[in-house]
């Protein structure tokens, strides 16, 4: 009996590590951390225009850190809207990484703004697809809502002063309209 209740404790135990185990969050892969926004003000309606200011926002970046838009002054940004069931946000997301890996190491930041998967389907999406440019999950579609964004993929470039110079409803035909759009904007 006194056996019973040791092997019984053992296995509890046992099962318990295992289950805290699978159910913590894993760091071994870059891609296991999404950002999220963390803006909740009251999203005033504010024009959408060129040359126009980018409406400003609070997100958690894929790193824990937190940021505005705003704080990115100084680089050039793009913001992609899209969401998994989109076929034409999948056919440019390696266009988007494509021009990630390029451009990173320059003043351009590149941010996908994902409009409503969770963040379990976010992970295992780009994990598959070997994404790494940082994704923010936008789950109340609140910069959807500040950027009037009514259809993804849709994208907003950013000059380096914060302002709108181009935004493009539809997915990007290939990696090089991307980076040319972008190094445009460096000069």
């Known amino acids: 009996m006194k056996h019973m209740r040791t092997l019984f404790t053992f296995i509890l135990i046992s099962t318990l590590m295992l289950s805290l185990i699978a159910c913590s969050p894993s760091n071994s ?8 926004v963390t803006d909740y003000r ?15 926002f609070q997100m958690q970046m894929p790193d824990g850190k937190i940021k505005f838009l705003s704080d990115l002054h100084g680089k050039v940004v793009l913001l992609n809207f899209w969401r998994i069931n989109c076929p034409y946000c999948i056919l440019e997301m390696p266009y988007l990484q494509d021009a990630y890996n390029e451009l990173s190491a320059e003043e351009v930041v590149i941010l996908g703004i994902n409009t409503s998967d969770s963040e379990n389907e976010i992970i295992k ?7 790494s440019f940082p994704i923010i999950r936008d789950s109340d579609f609140y910069v959807s809502t500040l950027y009037q964004v009514r259809y993804v993929p849709t994208t907003y470039l950013i000059d380096k002063t914060g302002n709108i110079q181009i ?3 539809g997915a990007f035909a290939n990696a090089n309209d991307i980076i040319t759009a972008l190094k445009a904007l460096l000069q």
Do not use: E, R, Y
């Open 167 to 169: 935004v493009k409803i």
């Open 42 to 56: 009251s999203n005033t309606a504010q024009q959408i225009i060129k040359n126009g200011p980018a409406p400003d």
């Open 125 to 131: 999406f780009l994990t598959s697809k070997k994404l």
């Open 29 to 36: 892969n870059s891609n296991d951390t999404i950002g999220k």
